[in-house]
């Protein structure tokens, strides 16, 4: 963590410590509050920051993003970053500089994009949807921010290609459903296209792993957020809460159970962070490791949050079943910790360091 990074991250939190309202977010029509994630992009330009300058961006990176997304977990506010984020990556790597030129600067500056590329399995790698010269069909699941999205690109196949292509987002036979979710959160939609489409770059599959990767960089981040307002919170709470005329928090067994979450915790972003930094030749063992570690802590914190909060932590007016269905929510976007298990497993058999 950078002085500017450290900086960044306390102006977001600053801002949603103000402005952020969960519940009338995540139960509003949008799903989340258009007027934050204006000043968020306006007054500190969350959006813009993996962006190029010479697309309008701020030049940053994956890294500083992350710092955003986790400050965003540990709130749970409802924003459309995370997808927004995975389709910029997505828009640079197709190499398309027209493209790019006309499409980031908007998006820096607050429009919603979204990337279709999941199967109703989360599958990556195997788009569902296919493309017939400048027509894509097909129907995709679990879309991030899919029914709200002003920018939509698909991932399709053509041919022996996988091809990056836009949509425009009142195109005829494109229909975006808005998908009940266990977590009410994360705005999830199920995307089917039969609709007129333009081609951005060539041949991405090569690309896939990247922008998996780089995905799953920006979700550990916000997982170790969310894990350590968890972990602070149930802290709190155990030195506030008393039996047997002493607060829970000074018997010996929960100091240890505490310590055991705080390490937890610290490795978990130890790796995000060592993801967040990494470089083309590291990122995909490091990105699979951070997936794997940041998924488990967050579901284990949050499980003995749950469980040390005793019958108040299963009420809806208590927070903590949100961050519970948040932990399990993401455990299966971009494939699961045993699809990435799996990938970290072959990259060191590969010798990739």
């Not at 029509?29 to 500190?44: M, Q, S, T, V």
């Not at 030049?59 to 506010?77: F, K």
């Not at 229909?175 to 333009?198: E, Y």
Request: hydrophobic share 45%.
């Amino acid at each position: 963590m950078t002085e500017e990074r450290i900086a960044l991250r306390d102006t977001v939190r600053l801002l949603l410590s103000r402005a952020s309202d969960v519940r009338t977010a995540m139960e509003s029509e949008l799903g989340y509050d258009p007027a934050l994630w204006k000043r968020l992009c306006a007054d500190i330009g969350v959006a813009a920051l993996a962006i190029p300058e010479r697309f309008g961006g701020l030049g940053a990176g994956i890294a500083e993003t992350a710092v955003v997304l986790g400050e965003l977990g540990r709130t749970l506010t409802p924003a459309p970053l995370l997808g927004t984020t995975v389709a910029v990556q997505a828009l640079l790597a197709s190499g398309d500089d027209d493209a790019c030129a006309r499409l980031l600067p908007e998006i820096a500056a607050g429009r919603i994009a979204t990337l279709v590329w999941s199967d109703a399995q989360g599958t990556w790698g195997h788009p569902p949807c296919v493309a017939d010269g400048q027509r894509v069909t097909g129907q995709a699941h679990y879309v991030l921010d899919g029914d709200i999205a002003d920018t939509v690109l698909v991932f399709a196949l053509a041919g022996p290609e996988i091809g990056l292509f836009e949509v425009r987002p009142d195109a005829p036979g494109l229909v975006r459903t808005s998908t009940p979710a266990l977590d009410p959160t994360r705005g999830l939609t199920t995307v089917t296209v039969d609709s007129p489409a333009v081609r951005l770059g060539g041949d991405l599959t090569s690309a896939l792993p990247l922008i998996r990767d780089l995905a799953c960089v920006a979700l550990s981040a916000e997982q170790v957020g969310a894990a350590t307002h968890c972990l602070n919170e149930t802290v709190a709470y155990s030195k506030e809460r008393v039996q047997f005329g002493r607060p829970i928090g000074s018997f010996q067994a929960l100091k240890h159970r505490m310590a055991d979450l705080h390490v937890l915790v610290e490795t978990a972003r130890a790796t995000a962070e060592a993801a967040a930094e990494a470089d083309e030749n590291t990122l995909p063992v490091l990105a699979a490791a951070a997936r794997v570690h940041c998924t488990e802590a967050f579901q284990t914190v949050v499980a003995e949050m749950i469980q040390l909060h005793g019958g108040i932590a299963i009420t809806w007016e208590h927070d903590a079943h949100l961050y519970f269905k948040r932990a399990h929510g993401t455990a299966r976007l971009f494939g699961g910790p045993r699809d990435h298990l799996a990938l970290f497993t072959s990259s060191r058999r590969d010798g990739t360091r």
